[in-house]
């Protein structure tokens, strides 16, 4: 299956990428947060990423995370669009454009395989970007193109 599929997925609605059956990145935007804490991507990718949407008043129990160790063979990335707006390519493996999405404050798109590229449409557009780590370096990262 190619192209994007737009989908109802742990209570909130989003659009994921998919090429050749395999899930390139998710698109959520900013209208579709429900209320409470919702998981975007699933628990066997590894990126985490969730959304909070609490009233005032709500009290998340203080914790710590213990030391377990995990092991990631690729780097996924999310980026959530505090202001301005930009434009997201995806790509396949192979490197072959596949589509773009525009995204505007408060959307955010996590990107999960393939490639990817940016583009910022505005001034002053300020992104958050999270990836997993450790970082080791450009060169062994990424192959850019």
């Not at 919702?38 to 009233?55: A, P, R």
């Not at 525009?102 to 583009?119: F, I, K, N, P, T």
Request: overall charge negative; glycine content about 8%.
């Amino acid at each position: 299956m190619n192209g994007h599929l737009l989908i109802q997925y742990y209570q909130i609605e989003m659009q994921k990428i998919i090429n050749n059956d395999i899930l390139l990145g998710i698109i959520v935007r900013e209208e579709h947060w429900e209320s409470g804490l919702t998981f975007v991507t699933d628990d066997s990718e590894f990126i985490q990423v969730g959304l909070w949407n609490y009233n005032s008043g709500r009290v998340l129990d203080s914790h710590i995370h213990k030391n377990y160790e995990r092991s990631s063979s690729l780097t996924q990335e999310c980026v959530f669009v505090v202001s301005g707006s930009m434009l997201v390519k995806f790509y396949d493996s192979d490197m072959s454009y596949l589509e773009e999405h525009e995204l505007h404050a408060g959307d955010m798109a996590v990107l999960l395989r393939g490639g990817h590229g940016y583009q910022i449409l505005e001034d002053g557009t300020r992104v958050i970007e999270s990836k997993n780590g450790p970082f080791v370096s450009v060169e062994k990262d990424k192959i850019k193109f």
